[in-house]
């Protein structure tokens, strides 16, 4: 099963931050996820929140703040002190940091609040720049958001999010059409994605820091999960 490092090695390091990618772009594991929105002047920046309030010293929504503003703030203080200064990384800034390692990047647009029009051309740029195409994983709440990537980039995998259970998941993803299914650990174990798994549908969990739910999931025949803490996973699943 796959190990994914979610918003980096973010268990031991700031969330969606340089430091806890190139933490991750160490380890022996499959990939990285992470989040991006865009700014006020129409950079591609990696953070979670709409807001910087959570993981910042900052406050204010991504999409009103440009890059320079939002580059005035700390990114790293609140979680310990020793990373103080982190600054909030542009889309660009973490590819880079996987370009000589085999990792796969699973980008996802978070478009489910604010729709940021055009952002889906403006990873896709990135992602060709990088020369990335046939290692990113495009993920999204917003499955409008993927099939406008479907439509100007078919050859990138994507990937629909779910935070419900449907009854019948493939049939689902067929009409967007997705590549790959992400479910939340819960939905995991349902009977409706143990059917998804029989037709042979590719599906990764989120977020599996527990390693007992880890193996059980790797008995079900699950493709990847992602998990805050590669490091553990990595122990107890290489011991099971």
């Known amino acids: 099963m796959q ?12 969330e969606n931050t340089k430091a806890a990618f190139y933490a991750a772009s160490k ?18 920046v990696v953070i979670h929140d709409e807001t910087i309030d959570r993981t910042s010293n900052g406050s204010g929504y991504v999409k009103d703040l440009t890059l320079q503003q939002l580059r005035s703030y700390d990114y790293g ?23 000589a ?9 978070k478009t489910d609040v604010f729709p940021y029009v055009g952002i889906e051309a403006l990873v896709l740029k990135e992602i060709a720049k990088h020369q990335m195409t046939e290692r990113v994983i495009i993920s999204s709440f917003n499955h409008e958001s993927l099939q406008t990537v479907i439509q100007m980039a078919p050859y990138i995998e994507t990937a629909a999010l ?55 999931l790797q008995q ?10 590669p490091q553990a996973l990595l122990a107890g699943l290489t011991e099971e």
């Open 27 to 44: 380890l022996p594991i499959a990939g990285v996820e992470l989040d991006v929105h865009v700014t006020a002047d129409g950079e591609v």
């Open 220 to 229: 079900l025949g699950i493709q990847a999960v992602f998990t805050d803490d």
């Open 162 to 216: 779910f935070g419900e259970v449907l009854v019948d998941f493939t049939a689902y993803t067929a009409t967007i059409p997705a590549d790959a299914i992400h479910v939340n650990l819960p939905t995991a174990f349902r009977k409706s994605i143990a059917i998804a798994l029989e037709k042979g549908a590719p599906i990764r969990v989120y977020t599996v820091n527990d390693v007992e739910n880890a193996q059980q």
């Open 77 to 99: 203080s609140w979680f310990a002190a020793q990373y103080t200064g982190e600054n909030i990384p542009t889309l660009g800034e973490v590819l880079e940091l996987f370009v």
């Open 101 to 109: 390692t085999q990792h796969r990047i699973n980008i996802e647009l």
């Open 3 to 14: 190990l994914f490092a979610h918003r980096g090695v973010s268990a031991h390091y700031p």
